[in-house]
């Protein structure tokens, strides 16, 4: 089959944003196409990174079949893959969507407006793509979606997060004000789900090493917190690296990989004990009743260990956590 025949369009939206785990989702699974799919040409729709191989500029007005499926048929696109819940409507090809976690239709004034959308999503594609058997198993009992339409890609581990120390860790750290293993680190956004009220609750007050907040917007944190900016994948693997244990409080999370990326840097991880988290963490986490704030006291008191992390995270390889998907776009593609 010629080259020329198997192209596939991803739509790169999600790409726009700040670094969000779904933008993470999508440069690894595109970082494994060289070993998984290198004879998969792929068209980037409205943004670019590593592993596209032709670049198309976004519709001018709103996403659908009638601003795409022209542009499609010009490039012989024979497969449209969204790596979010989102898929325009009108296509003219066969489309994959992707649905990480199914946690806005548990909120209020979000919940509506995301089911009518998931719903016409799983109603038009043909394969549901999801990163976990917790989101699958909803997708299932919750959505009755039927298991031969589910397709596995669990998060992966990027090329950053790893345990070799760089050489300027420790002038990164000092000009932080940061000591080695002498902080907890936190990666988490905002959004309710993400529980870090909980910790707030927890530790507000305390006289104890520094807990760092990355990703959060709040000011005026109380002591024992700050707020730290990232500004690249470096960065945060350094503080990783050099934390003494990941708090991880949410709620809810689709896969949860803050947890993933801290275990391959050799970073002890404290999590919320709810399905997602176990899948990531196996045996090599602690693991916390997520409201439970003496819980968490206790458990950010004890000596968290490192034990069996970086073999645990070696598990989740983007060759290894893509392969399957890869294998459907395939079997897609030659139909």
Not at 16 to 38: C, E, M, Q, V, Y
Request: net charge positive; proline share 6%; glycine share 6%.
């Amino acid at each position: 089959m010629s080259s020329k025949e198997r192209k596939l369009a991803i739509d790169l939206r999600e790409l726009r944003r700040s670094d969000t785990g779904i933008g993470r989702w999508i440069k690894n699974f595109l970082n494994a196409k060289s070993k998984l799919a290198p004879f998969i040409h792929v068209i980037g729709v409205g943004g670019y990174t590593d592993g596209i191989d032709t670049a198309l500029n976004a519709p001018k007005l709103f996403w659908s079949g009638f601003n795409l499926n022209k542009i499609l048929k010009k490039e012989d696109a024979k497969l449209w893959f969204s790596p979010y819940f989102k898929i325009p409507p009108g296509l003219s090809i066969p489309c994959y969507a992707t649905v990480h976690d199914t946690i806005p239709a548990s909120i209020p004034h979000r919940c509506i407006p995301f089911t009518l959308k998931l719903k016409w999503s799983l109603s038009v594609s043909k394969k549901i793509v999801t990163v976990s058997d917790a989101t699958k198993n909803e997708l299932i009992e919750k959505w009755k979606v039927p298991c031969d339409r589910i397709i596995m890609a669990k998060n992966a581990v990027g090329r950053h997060f790893t345990a070799n120390k760089t050489q300027n860790e420790n002038n990164l750290l000092t000009s932080l004000g940061l000591e080695l293993k002498k902080y907890f680190l936190v990666v988490s956004d905002d959004r309710p789900h993400k529980n870090l009220s909980t910790l707030i609750s927890a530790f507000e007050g305390f006289e104890m090493i520094p807990i760092i907040l990355v990703g959060t917007k709040r000011k005026n944190l109380p002591t024992p917190f700050r707020r730290l900016e990232v500004f690249d994948d470096q960065m945060l693997a350094a503080l990783y690296r050099n934390a003494r244990a990941l708090l991880h409080p949410a709620l809810a999370e689709g896969f949860g990989l803050p947890a993933l990326e801290a275990m391959a840097c050799g970073c002890p991880v404290i999590l919320s004990d709810i399905p997602s988290l176990r899948e990531v963490g196996g045996d090599c986490a602690r693991y916390v009743p997520a409201t439970d704030i003496e819980a968490w006291r206790n458990a950010v008191l004890d000596s968290p260990t490192a034990e069996g992390t970086i073999e645990r995270a070696s598990m989740f390889r983007p060759e290894t956590t893509y392969s399957e998907l890869w294998q459907e776009i395939k079997k897609e593609l030659e139909q």
